[in-house]
């Protein structure tokens, strides 16, 4: 009998998804570069299912029912277009690779053309939800065409988390559509964690609360509106006593690492010119975090203004709630424009609604209130913005007091609360019907006669600054 899929590249993420679709009954052909891997995939869980195990890629190919289905899970980058070389050689026409791998969409969308040019369908497939969330059900965004989708759905619906009976996998569109969301979704879970970060930081340095407090905060935070996967798990990490007996967190070294879809996200939204401000907050936060060294040594020369250490009042710790909660808003608002205007601009129809639907479950940014985004985004998402829709517009407009105290405190106690105030700038920014800007464009028309429009007439201006300072009509 032949296997139903097959999956490529055995390490964690390979490894899980492959139990993941046996464990739900699928027949599965596994392969990995290091036979190695393979002979440890099947010596280990080789019993949760039928399994195909194959040391040559031409015998993992003939393993499985044909269109193939084929889940390429490599390190991003140079292997994948290695891995589908290798593969090209042995497939049929229709055969369809999948990969489910963290791929730049602009990596995906050259692979989907130049595999349709061969006949072969692709699909590059976003999957959220790390190992654990392969194993048990991931959140999936495939993305290809409609009918090469078809083809899988039955075995990836299956495989991707359920919430209320809807799994957590859809179309979401042509070409590399599908990484383009996964990398959305990743740009939000850095803000998610940015904000949490800064929080903690209110608490610990601001407040002088020790880890077991700060955690019992998030636990509570965690039973209402803040409910979602990255609250419950920083309670768990903040309650973490290590061998030593103190709270693993204080030993753990203030530096954060990227992967890189944080990046790729902000360098999108210049690109497509998203006000960003969140997700690329965060991507800086973690680049300054880097530079330990150069922190300490800054520590030296620049001292650190002592804070006053209180206890803090539930009056405020539910203000930082509130802050949190309003920023979190912002930086959903914002990643929703971007998928909003690339949907536009690249021509892939993305259905928002669905998108938050199957963020639900199965990955990192998981929680309770993306139900309210899909509810947005269901009946119409007529606003521009999600901040504009009824239950956000309620939920920033009461937060509004409590977050410009917090972002008031974090600033005179010398406390960095980037992803925070960048939200409220942007807030104060977005709902104001005249900014600055009128100046701006007077000095570009100053230094670079780039010209204005007047609010009293129509048609361009320009002011001849250096010379008589008479202003001419450059266009209607
Ligand atoms: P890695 O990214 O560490 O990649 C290791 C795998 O890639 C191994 O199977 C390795 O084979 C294979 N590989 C590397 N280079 C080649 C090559 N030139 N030819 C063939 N195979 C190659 O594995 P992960 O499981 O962590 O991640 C896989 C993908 O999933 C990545 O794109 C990652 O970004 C993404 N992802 C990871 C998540 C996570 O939580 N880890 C979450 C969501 C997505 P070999 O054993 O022979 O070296």
Redesign the pocket.
């Known amino acids: 009998e032949l296997a139903d899929i097959g999956v490529l590249?055995?390490?964690?993420?390979?490894a899980n998804l492959a139990r993941n679709a046996a464990r739900k009954g699928f027949g599965v052909a596994v392969f990995?570069?290091?036979g190695a891997?393979t002979d440890e995939l099947i010596s280990q869980y080789g019993s949760e299912g039928r399994f195909h195990p194959a040391k040559e890629i031409a015998d993992f190919v003939a393993a499985i029912a044909r269109p193939r289905p084929i889940i390429i899970?490599?390190?991003?980058g140079?292997?994948v277009d290695?891995?589908i070389e290798e593969l090209i050689p042995h497939l049929d026409e229709g055969d369809i690779i999948i990969d489910?791998?963290?791929?730049l969409f602009t990596d995906t969308n050259r692979r989907f053309h130049y595999l349709t040019e061969k006949k072969l369908r692709f699909i590059g497939m976003g999957?959220?939800g790390?190992?654990e969330g392969a194993l048990e059900g991931p959140s999936m965004m495939p993305g290809g065409t409609l009918e090469a989708y078809s083809r899988i759905e039955p075995i990836v619906t299956k495989m991707a988390a359920q919430v209320d009976g809807e799994p957590c996998c859809t179309y979401i569109g042509t070409e590399g559509s599908g990484h383009f969301v996964k990398m959305v979704h990743n740009g939000i879970e850095y803000a998610d964690m940015q904000l949490i970060t800064e929080a903690y930081d209110l608490f610990k340095t601001v407040y002088g609360l020790d880890a077991k407090t700060i955690s019992d905060i998030f636990a509570e935070w965690n039973k209402g509106e803040l409910n979602s996967y990255l609250i419950e798990i920083t309670a768990a990490v903040l309650a973490k006593v290590d061998s030593t007996g103190k709270p693993l967190v204080d030993s753990i070294v203030d530096e954060a690492e990227q992967?890189g879809t944080g990046r790729w996200t902000a360098q999108s939204a210049l690109d497509l010119g998203i006000p960003l401000t969140s997700i690329t907050e965060a991507v800086f936060a973690r680049a300054l975090s880097a530079r330990r060294a150069g922190r300490a040594e800054a520590e030296k020369l620049l001292p650190h203004a002592p804070v006053a250490a209180r206890k803090p009042s539930p009056a405020d710790i539910e203000a930082i709630r509130q802050a949190l909660f309003a920023s979190k808003i912002i930086a959903y608002a914002q990643g929703f424009e971007q998928l909003s205007v690339a949907s536009a601009q690249f021509g892939w129809k993305l259905k928002l609604d669905e998108l938050a639907t199957i963020w639900r479950g199965g990955c990192i940014i998981r929680a309770r209130f993306l139900n309210r985004i899909r509810e947005a985004y269901k009946a119409g998402g007529g606003a521009s913005n999600l901040v504009l829709e009824d239950y956000f517009r309620d939920a920033v407009l009461k937060a509004e007091p409590a977050w410009r105290e917090v972002v008031g405190l974090a600033v005179a106690s010398g406390i960095p609360v980037p992803a925070f105030s960048s939200s409220l700038a942007y807030y104060d920014g977005l709902r104001r019907a005249r900014g600055p800007a009128n100046l701006l464009q007077g000095l570009r028309d100053y230094f670079g006669a780039h010209t204005y429009a007047r609010l009293d007439k129509p048609g361009k201006f320009h002011t001849r600054w250096a010379q008589d300072g008479e202003e001419v009509q450059v266009s209607s």
């Open positions: 590249g055995l390490a964690v993420m390979g990995n570069r290091h891997r899970m490599v390190k991003a140079k292997p290695e891995v489910g791998g963290n791929s999957v959220s790390g190992e992967k």
